[in-house]
């Protein structure tokens, strides 16, 4: 296809609600546009990069053994209640009801809808392990869509899932799934860190994310080059105790502070002395 042919609609101009780099690019490029708040239409140049990140997607996860399938968007409520999930995802949740007043939701994930599909289609454990994935359209009712397409309401997105026999099989999916991302992101020339994060709402005893530094990011990590631990924050432990300087079963007592009119130096005082009487 060529360029004078193809549509492209390229702009001189960054638009004024682009902040994050790789939103002004996309967007003068001309690979996407905005159709409401978190809502983007991808135009061809876009598509065909999207094509070719599904495509290695697809060809390391067919390397593990796994299958792809591909699952409703919209589902029935039931579902969801079963897992407890319809509460917990709250407002982050699409509902919506049909003409019979049947509650309804646009999926923000399809674990629901997998462990459907297995309790009625596995019945032997000779049929195990499974490994299965899909590539879809995900929807969350984001309440601050921003930076372009990293913070977005619809959202294409590539999940997996495992069925085991038992913990040590799991172990075995879960490194499957691991060294296989290691090989997709290093295919789009991505320098991810390996950290150590929570399981959030999906739950579970482990997890393991792959962050990309970045001035447009949302998280913050902790990571030690020499022993080559990595967390997310929300995650991290120390290794080193802390001990408790401070005797709970002190009695309290009065000290004079003249002059002082503000917080900080009332802080100031305060850790100055407690330093004193501690030393």
Not at 114 to 141: C, G, H, N
Not at 167 to 185: C, M, Q, S, T
Not at 211 to 230: K, P
Not at 256 to 276: H, N
């Amino acid at each position: 296809m060529r360029m004078s042919r193809g549509f492209v609609p390229t702009l001189k101009e960054t638009p004024a609600d682009a902040i994050v780099a790789s939103h002004q690019l996309l967007v003068r490029a001309g690979y996407i546009r905005q159709l409401s708040a978190g809502i983007y239409s991808i135009l061809p140049l876009g598509q065909r990069a999207l094509l070719k990140i599904t495509a290695i997607v697809r060809e390391e996860m067919n390397d593990i053994g796994a299958q792809e399938f591909y699952l409703p968007a919209l589902n029935p409520r039931e579902v969801w209640e079963e897992s407890g999930r319809w509460a917990i995802m709250g407002e982050n949740m699409f509902r919506l009801k049909d003409r019979k007043g049947a509650d309804l939701c646009l999926a923000m994930t399809h674990e629901e809808i997998f462990t459907v599909l297995a309790r009625a289609e596995l019945r032997s454990y000779r049929q195990l392990p499974q490994i299965w994935y899909q590539i879809q359209t995900k929807f969350r009712d984001e309440p601050r869509p921003k930076s372009g397409l990293l913070r977005v309401r619809q959202f294409t997105m590539k999940d997996s899932y495992s069925f085991d026999l038992d913990k040590p099989g799991l172990d075995v999916a879960f490194e499957k799934h691991r060294e296989a991302y290691v090989k997709i992101f290093s295919r789009c020339g991505l320098k991810t860190i390996q950290v150590d994060a929570h399981s959030g709402a999906m739950g579970g005893s482990g997890s393991t994310e792959f962050m990309v530094a970045t001035d447009a990011g949302e998280d913050l990590i902790a990571s030690c080059e020499s022993c080559g631990y990595a967390a997310n924050t929300e995650k991290a432990d120390s290794k080193v105790d802390t001990p408790n300087r401070y005797d709970s079963n002190a009695a309290i007592e009065e000290f004079a502070t003249p002059g002082v009119v503000t917080i900080e130096a009332l802080t100031s005082r305060s850790s100055r002395w407690c330093a004193a009487t501690i030393n």
